[in-house]
């Protein structure tokens, strides 16, 4: 069964997180709910000065790794394991740690860009915008 995939967007502090984390709890958590964060899918800074990183524009849909995240929720689709990426915000770095994630029966995504990209918004079978 292909897994129905939700994804709450909004600005800063619109309540993404509140109601996620309160539908994941009522979808019945991490038995039944893959919960993605693009947060998670800021590209790696690495190769930059700690200065550079400083300027980035974070709110822009080029700060992130959407490709990757399509790549995920796709693979999730279809029963195969990824490995989520974990990022460093005080080092604007993704770190050597990944957590792998097995397919549910939903995928909830949240994230203040996540219907910018149309790839993206076109694998949600729900969408709220908060």
């Given amino acids: 069964m292909i897994p129905i995939t939700i ?11 509140t109601l996620a984390r309160k539908l994941f709890e009522a979808l019945g958590g991490e038995e039944n709910v893959n919960y993605l964060i693009h947060d998670s899918y800021y590209k790696c800074l690495k190769h930059k000065s700690i200065e550079e990183r400083a300027k980035t524009n974070f709110d822009h849909p080029e700060a992130l790794d959407t490709d990757l995240l399509i790549e995920h929720v796709r693979c999730l689709k ?3 394991t990824c490995d989520v990426p974990t990022y460093d915000f005080t080092t604007h ?3 050597d740690e990944t957590k792998p994630m097995v ?3 939903i995928i909830l995504i949240e994230g203040i860009l996540l219907f910018c990209h149309p790839v993206l918004a076109k694998e949600m079978d729900v969408k709220v915008f908060v």
């Fill in 103 to 105: 397919t549910r029966k």
């Fill in 93 to 95: 770095s993704r770190t």
């Fill in 78 to 80: 279809q029963g195969v």
């Fill in 7 to 17: 994804g709450i967007a909004g600005g800063t502090g619109a309540g993404k997180t």
